[in-house]
């Protein structure tokens, strides 16, 4: 098991020389991964797509870094850590165009792409982007198809229900890409392991990340755990898991990688990224 962190690309901490500093900082203390996440808009009112739900997001929504060019940014100031997105939301993006920047990074970054896709969950950001909401689970399914005939031998050609490519050439072909998906529902997380792709999931509780390790079975990648809270200097006396005192956390990193996880990253997003790059780089030499 590897550790990271989550880049402060978004909200008041996002700035391109923090980025920078971050990202560094997380190589030299041997971290496995930094990471990005994409948000396109903040609403007023989040609504889960097909439902009549809604939900307030964070401020720190409202200014959220693209991920991909960030992470093309941080590539070029780094050596060895992998760059990964958790996640991108692919059904908000030709398939075309989003296999082209992601094989472009991919190359750029000597192969150290990492790259979480998502189905997208906000009704606002499928009306922003003119995408139906419906295409989700089995536009998603394409989309993947369609990304992967762009990647293999030229002529690369694809004809389906959403999408169609015509018989061209197309590169650049990535060299060392891992895909995951971000899942949290069963279904999706049983299409994941399906498609041949890793897992990313938010950590919530142990029950929640059990179910989702055994729904995904051995699967085709890595499994990834993304935990949205801190690593405290105090230890905590209510705490969801893998947030708390270094003491704490290193506790639960072991049950963590007895489950099959095989990296864990933290988005602090209202804590010191600089604290947390090192207090997360105290557990990755204990």
């Not at 020389?17 to 996440?37: C, T």
């Not at 993006?93 to 082209?100: F, G, I, M, W």
């Not at 405290?232 to 209510?238: A, I, M």
């Amino acid at each position: 098991m590897d550790l990271g962190i989550g880049l402060p690309t978004s909200g008041r901490q996002a700035d391109p020389e923090a980025i920078v500093r971050v990202a560094q900082a997380a190589e030299r203390a041997g971290l496995g991964a930094v990471w990005a996440f994409e948000r396109l808009l903040r609403p007023a009112e989040a609504v889960f797509a097909g439902t009549d739900q809604s939900m307030p997001l964070p401020d720190n929504n409202a200014i959220v870094y693209d991920p991909l060019e960030t992470l093309a940014y941080v590539a070029a100031k780094t050596s060895t850590i992998r760059l990964g997105t958790s996640v991108v939301d692919a059904l908000f993006h030709s398939p075309v165009v989003l296999a082209k920047r992601l094989a472009t990074l991919d190359r750029l970054s000597g192969g150290r792409a990492m790259i979480g896709l998502g189905q997208g969950w906000m009704q606002q950001e499928f009306d922003a982007t003119g995408v139906p909401a419906r295409r989700r689970g089995a536009g998603f399914e394409e989309h993947l198809a369609a990304m992967r005939a762009c990647w293999g031998p030229d002529p690369v050609s694809f004809e389906g229900r959403f999408y169609t490519i015509p018989e061209s050439e197309i590169g650049p072909k990535p060299t060392g890409l891992t895909l995951l998906a971000g899942a949290g529902a069963p279904a999706a997380i049983e299409r994941a392991a399906r498609l041949g792709l890793g897992l990313t999931v938010v950590v919530f509780a142990w029950d929640q990340l059990r179910e989702a390790v055994q729904t995904y079975g051995k699967g085709q990648g890595p499994l990834v755990a993304q935990v949205n809270g801190p690593i405290t200097e105090r230890p905590l006396d209510e705490r969801m898991p893998l947030t708390g005192s270094v003491e704490q956390v290193a506790g639960d990193l072991a049950e963590a990688r007895a489950l099959g996880v095989e990296h864990v990253f933290w988005h602090a997003f209202d804590d010191d990224p600089d604290e947390m790059v090192e207090r997360i780089g105290r557990l990755n030499t204990s």
